[in-house]
Structure formats: structure tokens, C-alpha cells
């Protein structure tokens, strides 16, 4: 999209933009904050060189000294000539694609979803990163086959996409069934949908569940796009939905190494409103003693939504084959398993965390580099 009109706002002193229908007023002091030119951008640290105090409150654009193609040259009120540029201006109002910006992401269910497998070795190839980045923030997870099976070989395969978070569990933590269990995912039962860990503060980004070994027929892994059941509940119960988006839960954890708490809300939308983050964690969730008529909304949605992401309609079941990686965006899918018998062989997989930060700058260096940069690797 091109600019029609670049004009000054002599109400507010700052810059009148048009083109087409859409129109925008820009603040003197916003467009302040993007100019650039000597002494007042560092382009290497992509960083101002200058306080925002510095500035005065009652700055106002004086004159257009030059509208050009590229750059709009502007003299401010405090004498300095400096130039604004169009297209990431454009970029920042959202009147252009922003090229790295991350993929957007699309609720899936059961019926829609297409449940696709990565060949670990083709992420070598740039492209093939990307097209895997991509398919991972628009589906909230990705699968991939036939990467080592070595133990512990996991911390090689996530540092790829970013930096490990070392929890109380240690850097890695063991899957498989043990003889006294801490907890049910240490045994061959069932595991209904949920999100890892919302007692952390922060709640652990994104998970992976590598598989090492698995001798048994049943254990199937299970997930559902926490997204999608959030928008169902928000269509058959606004109330509700509303009701789990307002109401802080306490989550807590308490073993041998460490007591964690965190509060927040069943449901959370980010800076755009979008839903983004899904709390359900039926063992360690404890709501706060807030008047019955509330509660009862609360206790409704909750129920459903733990109904709907175990239902036929938004979860999907895959087996783990020694060698599967799985990696989940852990504040938008709930997982699970499907009971198997321990009694049949072995079934043994490692799992860890790591920021969301990690994949999205990787995304973004493959779109300004055009090349795979290694966050880092194990020597
Ligand atoms: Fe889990």
C-alpha cells in the first residue's frame, strides 16, 4: 500500500496520513521516537540515542521539508531536521505486510487439523526451517521423525531452537514408569488433556516429549489446540468465557526440592486480543473464595472446557516411535496419553522446556538472514 497524502496535523503537530480510505493522525512525539540519522539512532544496536525525557512534552512538527519515495525529511519544533522512514512506518500501522512478522495462529480441531511428520535431518536446509517454523506457530506444535535416540540426546535437539529452562526437574526429565511414582505421568495410566506446569513463574513456553523407547501398543500421545476449545466455550457461553478469562486461580506445587506458586486466569488473550494462553491443571488449580454466582459460571466453563479437550471433536491421538520429537507451544496446547499396559515392555521418553523466544527469533533471522543461525550447540 502506498501513501496518498502525507500532511501536517495543525491540531496536534503531528503528521496527517492517507491513502485510500484510511486515514491516521501520527503524535509528534510518536514519530519522534522513529526517526533517524546521526546522533539519534545507533544501526548497529538498533538502539536510541537519547532519553525520552530529553524530548520536549510540547514537541510539534513544523514543516514537511521533503516527501519523498523512501523517507519523509520533517523539521521539529526543537530545530533538529531529521527523517522518518515510510515503509517501516507503513510496517508499524499496519497499512504493509510485515514480512517478519510471525505466522498467525489458526484454531485447528480434531477434523480440520493436518497431522504432518518433519524429517529431522531436512531442517538443515533453511527452507525447509522455515516452512517447519511456520507450520509450528500456525498449529501451536510440530512433529518430527527420526532424530537420535540416544539419552539425553534432547538437549542437542531443543538448543537448536533456543535455551534450555532448567527447572527442579533438571534440564531434562524422565517419562517412563517408575516403581514408587511422584506423580500419574510416571505411570501406565491415562493422562486427560493439560498444560504443563502453570504453577512456574513464568509458566514454561514450549515443551518437547522426545521418545527414546517405546515397547508398548497403547500410550498414544494426545493434544488439543487450547485455542479452539476457548472459542468454542466463547460461542456456547459468553458468560463463562468471560468468567475464566477475569478470575485469577492459584496454582500450586509442593515436593522434596521446591514449593511453587503462580495466579492466573483459565483463559488469557495477549496484546491483541487474541487467546493465547490456556490454564488446565485439574490436580493443582485452586480458585479463590469470590462470591457463589461467579464460582458457579466458573465452575460451568471450567467443566467444559475440560470436557471439550477430551472430547472426539478437538483431540488427536499419534503413537510416539523411538526417535519421535514432539514440540508443543505449552500456553496454547493441552496434551495427554492414552493408557497403555507396563507390563508389556518399555516406554521411555524425555521431555524439557524452552522459551517461546527461541523458535520466533529463529523465524525472524531466517526471514532477514535467509540462513539457519544456531542459537546454540553442544560441542
Ligand atoms: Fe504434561
Known amino acids: 500500500m502506498t501513501l496518498s497524502s502525507v500532511r501536517l496535523d495543525h491540531t496536534s503537530g503531528g503528521l496527517s ?18 526517526v533517524f540519522g546521526v546522533g539519534v539512532f545507533d544501526p548497529v544496536s538498533h538502539q536510541r540515542l537519547y532519553e525520552h525525557a530529553d524530548i520536549p512534552a510540547d514537541l510539534r512538527i513544523n514543516k514537511i ?16 531536521c531529521l527523517r522518518l522512514d515510510r515503509a517501516s512506518t507503513l510496517r508499524e500501522i499496519g497499512w504493509q505486510d510485515n514480512p517478519g512478522a510471525l505466522p498467525e495462529a489458526v484454531p485447528w480441531t480434531a477434523r480440520t487439523i493436518d497431522l504432518h511428520q518433519t524429517d529431522w ?7 525447509n526451517m522455515k516452512r517447519f517454523l511456520k507450520a509450528y506457530f500456525k498449529d501451536g506444535f510440530c512433529v518430527i521423525e527420526n532424530t537420535p535416540t540416544e539419552r539425553d540426546s534432547l538437549k542437542k535437539l531443543a538448543r537448536r531452537f533456543g535455551y534450555l529452562r532448567e527447572t527442579n526437574f533438571g534440564e531434562l526429565f524422565n517419562v517412563e514408569t517408575k516403581p514408587h511414582p511422584s506423580d500419574l505421568a510416571y505411570t501406565d495410566a491415562a493422562l486427560t488433556s493439560h498444560t504443563d506446569n502453570p504453577y512456574r513463574a513464568p509458566v514454561p513456553g514450549i515443551q518437547y516429549l522426545h521418545c527414546l523407547r517405546n515397547e508398548v501398543s497403547g500410550g498414544l500421545s494426545t493434544l488439543v489446540d487450547g485455542m479452539a476449545i476457548a472459542i468454542a466455550l466463547q460461542a456456547e457461553s459468553p458468560e463463562q468465557a468471560a468468567v475464566l ?24 488473550r495477549d496484546h491483541d486480543g487474541v487467546i493465547r494462553q490456556i490454564r488446565l491443571s485439574s490436580r493443582l488449580d485452586y480458585v479463590p473464595a469470590i462470591d457463589p454466582e461467579t464460582l458457579s459460571l466458573f465452575y460451568a466453563g471450567r467443566k467444559r472446557l475440560h ?3 477430551n472430547s472426539a471433536e478437538f483431540q488427536i491421538s499419534f503413537p510416539f516411535r523411538a526417535g519421535t520429537l514432539l514440540m508443543m507451544d505449552n500456553y496454547r496446547l493441552l496434551h495427554g496419553r492414552t493408557p497403555f499396559d507396563g507390563k508389556q515392555g518399555h516406554r521411555h521418553l524425555q521431555g524439557c522446556y524452552i522459551d517461546h523466544d527461541g523458535p520466533a527469533s529463529l523465524y525472524r533471522m531466517l526471514i532477514r538472514d535467509g540462513k539457519t543461525v544456531a542459537v546454540k550447540r553442544e560441542d
Do not use: Q
Open 65 to 80: 521539508i521533503d516527501s519523498g519515495d523512501s523517507d519523509i525529511d520533517l523539521e521539529f519544533s526543537d530545530g533538529c
Open 17 to 34: 496520513l492517507s491513502s485510500g480510505e484510511k486515514s491516521l493522525v501520527l503524535h509528534p512525539l510518536w514519530v519522534r521516537e522513529r
Open 307 to 309: 470436557e471439550m479437550s
Open 245 to 268: 478469562e477475569r478470575v485469577f486461580v492459584r496454582f500450586r506445587y509442593e515436593g522434596p526440592s521446591a514449593i511453587l506458586e503462580h495466579h492466573g486466569p483459565l483463559i488469557e
Open 121 to 127: 535431518k531436512s531442517l538443515d536446509a533453511p527452507e
